[in-house]
């Protein structure tokens, strides 16, 4: 028997498209030095292999679609193949209905299916016949760089505790998670105006329609719609779908601070790292500027996370739970979901300005003490470090080589110095009694010698002078 693929499917949470990515158990395919064999000979030893699959291609009858394939191989081989073919939209007779309404469920980008409550939206008629403009129409931009022109009523919407709004060709008192009598064979876009706390605002514009193709204008108001997406390269949907939002959070990374290179020029200087080396180890603190986070109030209102958390390299969730009345779980640790040493990210944040503050320094560095940053994390998923004290800042804001940023921060901490301290005298002027050691009185410091200082760790070695001057400010001749 040949072995069994797993088969995972998901969809882009923007462009609705999906991927389908088919993975093989390789103790199934390969047994020591010897591929297995399948129903007709070996598995892949100078096999091709064959994958056949049927697409189901959803569309506005009419419209032409693009349809591509890639495959790639991943693992121990290699290769690559890809087509592309245009499909013409039919009416199937057995989708010769109508659409009485379209459920739009708004979910975390956590699972896909979490439903989110409280996701503001507005939804409006698309006037079709308008060209879409860069600027100055109602709506704004989408992620797609592309307005959209609103005619008739501009509708706002709210999802329930079911995360769900619903548009509807019956009859029906509109409410914040329902607008009915919407004509059919129309096109409507809703969007995203404000997201759930801990969530980032999804500004992809979402296009559908209500579909009856058995009106005397179907065919009419179809190409219409149609024409519409292929000039603006839109989707359109004229069934259920979700509408995904990534949780609200920021990332930065912990460095030697003579890793970073300033580099000035005629224009912006530019900041980057001179390696993609980081610290591991660091601890932090980050607490919430929330005015309403004062006296016994445990949590951030309206969200799941306290009013100040711990955040530990690559350490995992912590939660603790109210006493008392309705009891509340909130979490107390963020999770760092960069799984690698010295790079954080966290996520899951209500959006508004926070302190973080370094509460462990990587092993061999200096503590930064009384050194805090203000991060400010915005609704349209962005974020912004700043500092929050006036002096000792280690704070890298990091830019291409123009000097643009790049949106990325790095916090450098400085090494431990040890000092040694010494005097060059005449060996006269040592006296020894017993164990103790010490000078006679009146013995006199010799100047004028020269040392070198050599690491028994790595072999380097820096010379080191007698310049009169001692490293804490004594002046005297012959001491270091």
């Given at each position: 028997m040949s072995p069994q693929p797993t088969v995972v499917i998901a969809k882009g949470a923007v462009t609705h498209r999906q991927t389908a990515t088919i993975s093989f158990n390789p103790a199934e395919l390969y047994n020591g030095e010897y591929p297995l064999n399948g129903d007709k000979g070996p598995l892949y030893k100078g096999k091709k292999f064959k994958l056949f699959y049927d697409v189901a291609v959803k569309g506005i009858p009419g419209q032409q679609i693009d349809v591509s394939n890639s495959v790639k191989f991943g693992g121990s081989m290699e290769g690559s193949a890809s087509a592309q073919r245009p499909v013409t939209i039919q009416i199937p007779t057995a989708d010769a209905g109508a659409t009485g309404s379209i459920t739009a469920t708004k979910v975390s980008a956590d699972d896909n299916t979490t439903p989110l409550k409280g996701a503001e939206f507005k939804m409006c008629q698309v006037d079709t016949g308008k060209p879409v403009k860069d600027n100055g129409v109602y709506g704004g931009s989408g992620a797609s760089g592309k307005a959209w022109p609103c005619t008739g009523t501009i509708y706002d919407m709210k999802t329930g505790a079911n995360g769900q709004l619903t548009f509807s060709n019956g009859s029906g008192a509109n409410n914040e998670t329902s607008v009915f009598n919407l004509p059919q064979n129309t096109l409507f876009v809703a969007w995203e105006t404000k997201a759930p706390e801990g969530y980032v605002v999804n500004t992809m514009p979402q296009y559908f329609y209500l579909k009856y193709l058995r009106a005397d204008d179907a065919d009419t108001a179809l190409t219409a719609i149609s024409s519409y997406a292929d000039k603006n390269d839109i989707y359109v949907l004229d069934a259920a779908f979700s509408i995904?939002?990534?949780?609200?959070?920021?990332?930065?990374?912990?460095?030697?601070?003579?890793?970073?290179?300033t580099v000035e020029s005629s224009g912006?200087?530019?900041?980057?790292?001179?390696?993609?080396?980081?610290?591991?180890?660091?601890?932090?603190?980050?607490?919430?500027?929330?005015?309403?986070?004062?006296?016994?109030?445990?949590?951030?209102?309206?969200?799941?996370?306290?009013?100040?958390?711990?955040?530990?390299?690559?350490g995992a969730q912590q939660t603790a739970t109210t006493a008392g009345g309705q009891p509340v779980t909130y979490i107390t640790r963020l999770a760092d979901a960069d799984g690698d040493d010295g790079r954080f990210k966290v996520s899951g944040l209500p959006t508004g300005s926070y302190t973080l503050t370094e509460t462990k320094a990587p092993s061999g560095y200096e503590s930064p003490d009384g050194i805090s940053y203000t991060v400010t994390v915005k609704r349209d998923g962005t974020f912004e470090m700043t500092d929050a004290t006036t002096t000792g800042s280690q704070l890298h804001a990091l830019t291409d080589d123009d000097g643009n940023p790049t949106g990325e921060y790095a916090v450098g901490n400085d090494r431990k110095t040890a000092g040694l301290e010494w005097g060059k005298v005449d060996e006269s002027d040592v006296e020894t009694n017993g164990s103790s050691v010490a000078l006679k009185e009146g013995a006199a410091y010799l100047g004028g010698s020269a040392w070198s200082l050599t690491s028994n760790a790595c072999g380097q070695s820096d010379r080191t002078a007698d310049r009169n001057v001692h490293p804490e400010g004594n002046g005297s001749s012959g001491r270091l």
């Open positions: 995904v939002d990534p949780r609200a959070g920021f990332a930065w990374v912990k460095v030697d601070e003579k890793n970073i290179e912006k200087p530019s900041v980057s790292l001179k390696k993609a080396q980081y610290l591991a180890g660091t601890e932090w603190t980050l607490k919430s500027n929330d005015n309403r986070c004062t006296g016994d109030q445990k949590f951030i209102p309206n969200s799941n996370v306290a009013c100040e958390v711990t955040i530990v390299d690559n």
